[in-house]
């Protein structure tokens, strides 16, 4: 279909309630992707929902807790869709828990294993059931959300940079074992960029001095077309 390069597509969508993962799942939707939005608030996959429509485009919201007491539950995901859809092409997981910025020896078991939870076990559980739809589809696709923490250690961040290390390692070896396959994996770094969490770590940054959510969700977007070669690459966002 013109202009629509992702016309038939089903595309999953995690944090898809607000910020970078909302404006990514509007962006996916544009291009004629039917998007699966992931987030644990209702209201806010309903407002992602309306702008997607008020585009022309469509979606099924998941309310999901990804860290909660049934994160086991993802392993029936990619089933799921399957059997609803008939297909799975792309996997973006936007969703991140960035916890208190606390030095190491005060780190707290709740928030420990609530980011564990979303940028850890939430990867290796998505990578397990999403695998399979994943390689049979025609032009495969799976993005991961990291950041510059991993290379750049910095005092106070240590819980988020370790999980986020967790999850790249997870992910760079899983593209590597589908290097062979038509499946692109990569991840991408958006930078600074203007979302609940960068206010939560940054409260007396103004949000208008960055990017916006809106400005870096195209090149998110991009690693999710068919035409993408790159595999096991972090891709950063430049604006």
């Known amino acids: 279909m013109a202009g629509k390069p992702l016309a038939g597509q089903v595309a999953l969508v995690t944090g898809a309630s607000r910020g970078l993962g909302a404006a990514l799942a509007l962006e996916l939707a544009r291009r004629g992707a039917h998007c699966v939005l992931v987030a644990r608030t ?19 919201l998941l309310p999901f807790d990804l860290a909660g007491k049934e994160a086991d539950k993802i392993d029936s995901f990619g089933p799921s ?36 939870g979303v940028n850890m076990n939430a990867t290796w559980r998505l990578i397990r059931t999403c695998d399979p739809p994943l390689r049979a589809a025609p032009a495969g696709r799976a993005v991961f959300v990291t950041t510059g923490r991993v290379q750049r250690p910095k005092p106070y961040w240590g819980p988020y940079g370790a999980t986020k290390a967790g999850m790249e390692h997870l992910v760079k070896t899983w593209a590597m074992e589908v290097a062979e396959s038509r499946l692109r ?3 991408f770094d958006p930078d ?48």
């Open 81 to 116: 869709l399957v059997e609803r859809f008939g297909r799975l092409d792309i996997l973006a997981h936007v969703a991140g828990a960035l916890g208190s910025l606390t030095p190491v020896a005060h780190i707290q078991p709740r928030d420990w294993t609530q980011l564990v």
């Open 185 to 187: 994996v990569n991840l």
């Open 42 to 60: 209702q209201g806010g996959l309903e407002e992602t929902d309306d702008a997607i429509r008020a585009e022309g485009g469509s979606a099924t």
């Open 192 to 239: 600074v960029v203007a979302t609940k969490m960068r206010a939560q770590a940054m409260p007396g940054e103004d949000p208008a001095t960055i990017a916006q959510p809106a400005d870096v969700a195209p090149a998110l977007a991009d690693l999710c077309m068919p035409a993408e070669t790159r595999q096991g690459e972090t891709v950063l966002f430049r604006r």
